[in-house]
């Protein structure tokens, strides 16, 4: 029943009574679940829930339709039903993960995924080397869906910009399978079955063809067609008879310069079944990417550190009210992949007004930034009132951490530091020991990269 509110007066009818229109766009808040329970009513219930082109498509388009073109995905062939159950999955991806383990991959372990018109893009994220804010951003990992639901994943080694037809025909992309475990860790891997159809030589055959019409669109993926199965008189046939159709296709294939034809595949497959197989990368999603109102310091960060390049850390609570901050660095130089940077048990801010001691200490230290921020607030006076310290936390380094003599030492320089919160929420952090702070920036805002530039590509 639907309750409709005139004044001093309600009026109740039931909801089937309602435009079909109405009835779509109520129905498009609920869940999936919701969905089937509502179908079970009645048999108009049941119809208007397997409206695809009209409820899935609400739905689909109330959840991700600002994000991305949903009618894109799959060349607009797969039903919105199906499109919510995968975008539903892939959604959990959108954000920052971590490579975890040494792999071997010679690459910045910082990922950031993001939505595209009809794909998701996964790009490595890594701070410039000169000096500024900028973070270079190197797309490698395109994810979609091919017309027939099928997943359609591919990683570029090289990390280029566009994804074209001709990239992809070239072989030089690698097909992969996402693998999720849970909602924390993924993980991509060589779809090797792959490797044969996408060639030429499988192409030729019926296995269908990548079109990326430029993006990661595809027709039909992985599936033998009719030419095989008219040579075999049968669509099912075990992998020995295939092959042995196959071969048996390729020897009776007369047409003009076959031979030059044939030489040059067999040079490709020669070198692409020499290449070295991918090996699978493990990715930990970073959680808790954004500072809080109770948390106003978590989050991913970047600061211009003490030799002038650019690092990003990770600031994040435990359980029991600690604040632990870390590098996110490259987990295959030792200490660096994720070595901590400061640490506190004790999440208690110091108000103002502060006394004349922690004003000095504060004074007389020397703001770690880019030249080109220097030289903007050397010229905008506002910049000191906007970054002006609002809060200041005890916090202390992690020498007493990884070096347990330095505990109790009657020095406090060696270990014990500062956090001052400023007014717009950033935050910078120093050790008494030395004489800088690092002023600390937002990494993304609002689900974008800032200061985002991609790589140059040679």
């Known amino acids: 029943m639907a309750n409709l509110h005139v004044p001093n007066e309600l009026i109740s009818f039931p909801f089937s009574d309602l435009p079909e229109d109405v009835q779509v ?34 739905m689909c388009d109330r959840r991700w339709g600002s994000s991305t073109q949903i009618d894109k995905w799959g060349n607009g062939k797969i039903t919105y039903k199906q499109l919510y159950k995968t975008l539903a999955e892939y959604e959990n991806l959108i954000g920052f ?7 071997g991959v010679n690459s910045p372990p910082l990922v950031f995924f993001e939505w595209g018109p009809s794909f998701i893009t996964g790009s490595r994220v890594s701070p410039s080397k000169a000096g500024s804010y900028r973070v270079m951003k190197a797309p490698f990992l395109w994810i979609s869906v091919a017309s027939n639901g099928e997943p359609v994943n591919f990683l570029d080694p090289e990390c280029r910009f566009e994804l074209s037809d001709d990239l992809i ?15 924390s860790h993924v993980v991509v891997e060589e779809h090797l ?13 019926g296995f269908g063809r990548v079109s990326s019409l430029g993006n990661v669109v595809g027709e039909e993926y992985g599936v033998v067609e009719d030419v095989v199965g008219a040579q075999s008189g049968s669509l099912g046939t075990s992998p020995d008879r295939l092959m042995s159709e196959i071969y048996q296709y390729f020897a009776n294939r007369t047409n003009p310069g076959g031979d030059r034809a044939s030489r040059k ?11 070295r197989k991918w ?4 990715f930990v999603k970073i ?29 994040a609570y435990d359980d029991i009210g600690g604040i632990a901050c870390r590098r996110v660095g490259d987990s295959s130089t030792p200490f660096s992949g994720y070595s901590p940077v400061f640490w506190t048990s004790n999440t208690k801010f110091i108000e103002s007004p502060f006394s004349f001691e922690e004003e000095n200490l504060y004074d007389s230290r020397k703001h770690l930034r880019s030249l080109a921020a220097a030289d903007h607030i050397q010229r905008q006076t506002s910049w000191t009132e906007n970054e002006a310290v609002s809060r200041i936390l005890y916090i202390n380094s992690s020498y007493d951490l990884v070096l347990p003599d330095l505990v109790g030492t009657s020095n406090p320089r060696h270990v014990e530091g500062r956090i001052w919160q400023y007014r717009d929420g950033t ?15 937002h990494i993304a805002q609002n689900g974008c990269l800032l200061d985002s530039a991609k790589l140059c590509s040679d």
């Not at 208007?48 to 082109?53: K, M, S, T």
Request: proline share 4%; charged share 25%; glycine share 8%.
């Open 279 to 282: 090996e699978p990368e493990h």
């Open 265 to 275: 595949q067999r040079k490709r497959e020669k070198e692409r079944q020499g290449r």
């Open 427 to 441: 935050f910078g952090f120093g050790f008494i020991r030395d004489n800088y702070i690092i002023d600390l920036k």
């Open 25 to 58: 766009c109520i129905l498009s808040f609920l869940t999936p679940s919701e969905i089937a329970s509502f179908a079970c009513t009645s048999k108009r219930s049941s119809s208007l829930c397997q409206n695809d082109g009209e409820l899935w498509f609400s």
């Open 169 to 183: 025909n070239s072989g030089d992309l690698i097909r992969v399978n996402i693998g999720f475990m849970g909602k």
């Open 97 to 103: 993960w971590r490579r975890s383990g040494n792999t």
């Open 193 to 205: 079955s792959f490797a044969y159809s996408n060639s030429p030589m499988g192409r030729n055959i």
């Open 287 to 315: 959680v808790n990417c954004s500072p809080t109102a109770l948390r106003p310091l978590q989050g991913l960060w970047k600061g211009i550190c003490d030799d002038m390049n650019l690092d990003f850390y990770l600031v």
